[in-house]
């Protein structure tokens, strides 16, 4: 089994680049120009995207067959993302009712605690177009989108089995056309699909949809690829496009174009993209420090940095920033461990599975 170590390397990169985006929000004034470029790089998240539909169609293509399995499928990916999902979810709950009774002033913006969109944050459907903005884990959007192509897979499983990889391109090109049109339409509060969240479902499953079409020309390619700098030349030079301004299909093919490559090097030589053993608990926990990360910017910056340290140099304020990533890495790690894993497996147990051998896929 291929274990496609470079989208485990690619997608804690983008996590590193999204949570620095976040934390660059508190910079001092002079140094504002680093949360404008890396603005730029919002197509990133589209990497994350495109990478998950890639892996699940690759694990669940053929596993996914009739009521039963997409049940025990759905089953995997709710164990996936709901635990740690709802944890965070209570954090900033509490910070807000502390926030409501008067207990603090600080935590996060006031508007992130809209308590009409509980409902929508438990039943993890926030990002399906009923809310307009953001709240609460404001990155948690992701998380609900995710879960919306997961429980799509049939649509993208008939396409290919009714029409092959021809059938898989009609259904990115169909999709991707549907977010134009949702634009345009002015149903949602974005003029750029590129910018959607609080609808960022349809988003997320046009990105999966292409994972998918990836995942087949990946397979059945021939190129005798087998060196780790034609993908890594593809993914700079997607970094490059975004941050010079391209086009918005541009980045997205380029990113293709990266995970391909990527795919094709490491199925012609998969010990070519190795990497160190002992990073290797960091590199996995990418999805803990997308979700972690909001909490941990609450506390050491809404909190401590505006609070306390606010109006320092630029040096101490990245020497902090630097701090606070760490910070977020280890407690994603641990997280990990005896967070997620623990929770996800007595879930698995109770529907039946086995947790040593039926282990969560990280997808």
């Known amino acids: 089994m291929i274990r496609y170590r470079f989208f485990e390397i690619w997608r804690f990169l983008a996590a590193l680049l999204i949570m620095l985006y976040h934390f660059s929000h508190f910079a001092p004034p002079e140094t504002q120009w680093v949360k404008d470029d890396l603005e730029r790089l919002r197509p990133l998240l589209d990497l994350f995207f495109i990478i998950s539909g890639f892996l699940i169609f690759t694990r669940y293509e053929r596993e996914?067959?009739?009521?039963?399995?997409?049940?025990?499928?759905?089953?995997?990916?709710l164990a996936r993302l709901y635990p740690l999902h709802l944890f965070t979810l209570a954090y900033f709950v509490l910070v807000g009712l502390a926030v409501q009774v008067g207990w603090s002033n600080t935590g996060g913006n006031p508007d992130l605690f809209d308590w009409s969109a509980l409902p929508t944050q438990l039943l993890l459907?926030?990002?399906?177009?009923?809310?307009?903005?953001?709240?609460?884990?404001?990155?948690?959007?992701?998380?609900s989108a995710e879960w919306f192509a997961y429980l799509m897979l049939p649509v993208i499983l008939i396409a290919y089995r009714r029409a092959g990889l021809g059938g898989l391109g009609l259904l990115v090109l169909l999709s991707f056309a549907?977010?134009?049109?949702l634009v345009a339409s002015g149903v949602t509060p974005f003029r750029r699909w590129i910018d959607i969240d609080s609808w960022g479902a349809y988003r997320v499953f046009a990105d999966f949809a292409l994972g998918?079409?990836?995942s087949v020309l990946a397979a059945r390619s021939r190129l005798r690829i087998v060196s780790t700098l034609y993908p890594w030349i593809a993914v700079m030079a997607t970094c490059v496009s975004m941050l010079i301004g391209m086009t918005v299909y541009v980045n997205i093919a380029l990113i293709a174009l990266a995970i391909f490559l990527a795919a094709v090097t490491e199925k012609n030589r998969p010990a070519v993209c190795a990497y160190p053993l002992f990073l290797r608990p960091a590199a996995i926990v990418s999805f803990g420090v997308y979700l972690w990360h909001p909490v941990v910017e609450s506390l050491m910056f809404s909190l401590i940095w505006s609070r306390y340290l606010e109006g320092h140099s630029s040096g101490i304020f990245f020497g902090y920033v630097a701090v606070s990533m760490l910070i977020t890495i280890i407690i994603a790690m641990l997280s990990f461990r005896f967070l997620e894993n623990p929770v996800a497996g007595y879930f698995?147990?109770?529907l039946g599975g086995s947790r040593k051998n039926d282990r969560v896929p990280q997808g």
């Open 348 to 350: 698995l147990s109770r």
């Open 212 to 214: 998918a079409f990836i």
């Open 125 to 143: 459907v926030h990002a399906w177009g009923f809310e307009d903005r953001l709240s609460f884990n404001f990155v948690s959007w992701s998380l």
């Open 178 to 181: 549907f977010l134009e049109a």
């Open 64 to 77: 996914v067959k009739d009521v039963a399995t997409y049940l025990t499928y759905l089953g995997k990916r």
